[in-house]
């Protein structure tokens, strides 16, 4: 589903990623764990659009189509969505009309009917039950006011509204309690299946506990260095990250 | 200057019998216009805006020749309003729909009562003395006291059909009686091939404990130039909630004198100018704290494209030994555009130490945060970046409570966006 190969990325003339090479298959769930700084959320950036990062050399492919020329409207629609490890507040943007808006740019480019508003909160609110979430979020703008539980809880919330093929977790876990971790964790176990993959980027074992990767790898400066199962995860916990540095 | 002797001669003229201290009223403030002149760059509370248009255009006063046919569907009229109707400065009784406890005043006894509005002693502003000296149209209303006006009443100033460059200066006098509440609607609208220049001129008394929503919408064609000055007395316990919202006109500018004149009197002032193309919208609002327990709340918003430029210059005043004053002053300002420009000026002038005051101005431009936050979900950046405009319009927009004008708001402020994002 998703092949990146030989990746080199920078930004500001700055190479951050130095040959990177990552191949998800569907229905796989994939972390990637590495110290602050080690180019973790350039990776997601670069997979999702985000402007002003180049590319120097390397392809990166979703279900075979070269992705990099993209607008990150195009790639969401093709099916890919992150979970944005500092999610953006939008004032005056009222959160169901973004989660609908954004549902029935989907329902229209995959030909299908778009919803109309009962019907979108109807299968909003059993949503929101997945993730425990208060439906006075629903009425806020995007983000506005939101704990930092809440805004992921809001992120997750978005994916399982989106149903993308491929979901890029960036560090959802970071600053959760562990009622809001478990809530998170299960709210993406439930969603899993053979064809929808998932990379988890994380610090923390106990993310790993609760959703069981196929693959963990790590990043060091812009490369991985060593992949591996569970036990990987045990051992980093471990031992840290020196053991790996050249 | 030549221009406007010419048609301040021949409104003496056109009115030959009018009352004498009303005439002498009309001379004296032509003198002063005269005197005073247009405002040039090196005033500096008008260095930022150029009138050369309005001062080289040959503009001529409208007669009743200039009365077009009326289209059946007045443009701008809210659902379940009252009416006031103008067209080309001409009032439209037969189409107009007053309720009872509004009175209309004729202008003369107006101004025999109240002359003191109609003073320019103390003023510099050369258009009020040109409104003063050549005031055509306009009425002066009361609201009687105690009375509750459930409904809107929608004041439009509509200017269509011109054969001819044409100039008004409309008089709005509005009295809220003590204890009334009301909701009023000003409405400058226009669609015309010529241009044509506004300069209004509104005095609003609001008495003991009264309540009044004052919407102002300028929607004038581009081709047009509008001057405005509006001035406020609150009386004790007043309460004034006004907003404006300004999209048309090349050439725009609007004084605002708020005077907070006795206990308790309360007014929040908000206002959103939507500019394009090479547009030009220059507000001056004055806020004076002259009495205890007042509170003023202001939030100013301007969205400019293409080439257009804004003005915000906004004091707050607060008078010495007042107490318990609360004054707050906000600007925002969001810049669509490289060519877009803004210029902002909060200022405060505080002379009492019982004071709670906050000021503070920003522009900036779309978060590329939240564009690319709304583009990864699989919104178009078009749309994207309608949402996030629109989001920033929005809390002006939600301060109005009736729920018609509001409709009628969003929408407008909707179909301009749409208009005006697609060369962003
Ligand atoms: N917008 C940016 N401008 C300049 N440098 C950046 C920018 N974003 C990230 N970096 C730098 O790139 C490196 C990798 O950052 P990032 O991908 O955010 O790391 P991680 O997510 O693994 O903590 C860091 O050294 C960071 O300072
Ligand atoms: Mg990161």
Redesign the interface.
């Known amino acids: 589903m998703l092949e990146i190969k030989n990746l080199h990325a920078g930004i500001d003339g700055k190479e951050i990623l130095k040959g990177l090479d990552l191949t998800i298959k569907a229905g796989e769930l994939h972390a990637i764990m590495g110290r602050n700084g080690s180019g973790k959320s350039t990776l997601a950036n670069i997979i999702?659009?985000?402007?002003n990062y180049e590319v120097t050399s390397g392809t990166v492919k979703f279900n075979g189509n070269n992705i990099l020329d993209m607008?990150?409207?195009n790639?969401?629609?093709e099916g890919i969505?992150?979970s944005?490890q500092y999610?953006?507040?939008?004032?005056?943007?009222n959160n169901t009309y973004?989660l609908r808006?954004?549902l029935n740019?989907?329902l229209k480019?995959n030909e299908l009917k778009e919803v109309n508003a009962a019907d979108f909160m109807r299968l909003i609110r059993e949503k929101l039950k997945l993730v425990e979430m208060d439906e006075k979020y629903l009425s806020r703008?995007?983000n506005d006011g939101f704990s930092g539980g809440e805004k992921k809880k809001n992120e997750i919330l978005?994916m399982l509204t989106?149903e993308p093929q491929l979901s890029i977790l960036d560090e959802t876990d970071s600053g959760l309690d562990i009622d809001a971790l478990r809530i998170i964790a299960q709210g993406v176990n439930n969603f899993r299946n053979s064809e929808r993959s998932f990379l988890a980027i994380t610090h923390y074992q106990r993310l790993l506990d609760h959703m069981k990767p196929d693959f963990i790898h790590v990043l060091i400066d812009g490369k991985i260095v060593k992949s591996g199962g569970m036990s990987l995860a045990q051992e980093l916990e471990e031992k840290g990250y020196s053991w790996l540095e050249a | 200057m030549k221009q406007f002797q010419k048609e301040f001669n021949a409104l003496l003229e056109y009115w030959p019998d009018e009352d004498r201290e009303f005439r002498e009223l009309r001379l004296k403030a032509f003198d002063q216009f005269k005197k005073i002149g247009f405002p040039t760059k090196k005033w500096e509370e008008w260095q930022f805006t150029d009138f050369s248009l309005i001062k080289n255009s040959d503009f001529h006063l409208s007669w009743d020749s200039d009365i077009p046919t009326i289209p059946k569907n007045i443009p701008g009229r809210i659902q379940d309003t009252y009416l006031i109707l103008i067209v080309n400065g001409h009032y439209q009784p037969q189409l107009s729909d007053i309720p009872d406890e509004v009175s209309v005043v004729k202008r003369k006894e107006h101004f025999k009562k109240n002359p003191e509005l109609y003073s320019i002693e103390s003023s510099s502003n050369p258009f009020l003395s040109l409104n003063t000296s050549m005031m055509n149209s306009g009425l002066p209303i009361y609201i009687k006291e105690n009375a509750i006006i459930k409904r809107p009443l929608q004041i439009i100033y509509l200017t269509t059909n011109l054969s001819a460059k044409l100039m008004n200066h409309p008089r709005f006098s509005c009295q809220i009686g003590e204890n009334a509440e009301a909701t009023i609607i000003e409405h400058y609208t226009g669609s015309t091939s010529s241009p044509y220049f506004t300069n209004a001129v509104s005095s609003i008394n609001l008495e003991k404990n009264s309540r009044l929503n004052h919407i102002r919408i300028q929607e004038e064609d581009l081709n047009s130039n509008h001057t405005a000055f509006t001035s406020y007395t609150l009386d004790n316990q007043s309460q004034l909630e006004a907003t404006y919202i300004s999209s048309g006109s090349l050439l725009f500018r609007h004084n605002v004198k708020l005077i907070l004149k006795n206990k308790g009197a309360n007014a929040t002032v908000n206002g959103l100018s939507l500019t394009k193309t090479n547009q030009h919208h220059d507000q001056h609002i004055i806020v004076d704290h002259a009495s205890d327990s007042c509170q003023s709340d202001q939030l100013f918003k301007y969205i400019l494209s293409d080439r257009s430029s804004g003005v915000f210059n906004g004091k707050v005043i607060v008078r010495e030994k007042t107490k318990q004053t609360n004054a707050n002053q906000s600007n925002k300002n969001l810049l669509l555009s490289p060519n877009a420009l803004m210029n902002a000026n909060p200022q405060l002038e505080i002379y009492a130490d019982d004071v709670k005051c906050s000021h503070g101005s920003t522009t900036g431009q779309i978060?590329?945060?939240?564009l690319?936050?709304?583009?990864?979900?699989?919104?178009?950046?078009q749309?994207?970046m309608e949402?996030?405009v629109?989001?920033?319009?929005?809390?002006i927009i939600d301060y109005i409570k009736n729920t018609d004008i509001k409709s009628y708001i969003s929408e407008y402020v909707f179909n301009w966006l749409e208009g005006s994002m697609k060369n962003v």
């Open positions: 999702t659009g985000r402007e607008s990150p409207e790639r969401a629609l969505f992150m944005f999610p953006v507040v939008i004032p005056g943007v973004f808006a954004a740019s989907k480019h703008a995007v978005q989106l | 978060d590329s945060e939240a690319f936050y709304l583009r990864s979900r699989g919104i178009s950046q749309r994207a949402l996030i629109s989001g920033f319009a929005k809390d």
